[in-house]
Structures are given as structure tokens and as C-alpha cells.
């Protein structure tokens, strides 16, 4: 799931969360952090149950994966995806 605070000019504060098992290892990998999967960690929020983290996006569209544990998957709460060309699938937000 993918939450965008608009209320500010320039960069925008975007929160991905991810549910997953709370003693997995999870990040978000994307056109935003050049798909590096060890560079955004998420940490798990006990009171929601889920894994989150924040980063400030400039305004534009963005492809990204969770990767839980080594494996990469979509956002199962995003329904915007666009095709790859690995012929997979990519979640897509966009930053207004």
C-alpha cells in the first residue's frame, strides 16, 4: 500500500507498507532507488502489523516491488501495475 502526504511543495513524504510476517526481512526496490533491494529497508510497526517506510519522491510516476526475504513480488494493495521487460509486473504510484 502506498500513502503520498501532499500538503508540501517539492518532494513529497511517501509511506509503502507491506504486510508480511513480522520477523521477515522486507524492502522496497524501484525506479526511485535504482531497483537496489537492499537499499530502502522497511521496519515492521507492531501497532498496524505491518512493515513500512518512508521516502520523499518528487512529484512523477514510479515502478517498485516489495522484496520479502530475497523474493520479489507486487504490492497486493495496488492495483496500478505496469509490464516490465523481464515480462513480470511492477507496481506503479504516482506522486502528484
Not at 530502502?40 to 510497526?45: I, L, Q
Not at 501497532?47 to 512529484?59: H, M
Amino acid at each position: 500500500m502506498v500513502n503520498v502526504d501532499t500538503s508540501r511543495r517539492g518532494k513529497r513524504r511517501v509511506e509503502f507498507t507491506c504486510s508480511a510476517d513480522a520477523e521477515s526481512s522486507v524492502f522496497v526496490a524501484g525506479s526511485f532507488n535504482d531497483w537496489d533491494p537492499n537499499f530502502s529497508e522497511m521496519k515492521y510497526d507492531r501497532e498496524r502489523k505491518v512493515f513500512a517506510c518512508e521516502v520523499k519522491l518528487a512529484p512523477g510516476t514510479y515502478e517498485y516491488k516489495f522484496v520479502v526475504n530475497g523474493v520479489w513480488g507486487l504490492d497486493c494493495e495496488n492495483d496500478n501495475v505496469s509490464a516490465n521487460d523481464f515480462g513480470t509486473l511492477n507496481s506503479v504510484v504516482e506522486v502528484i
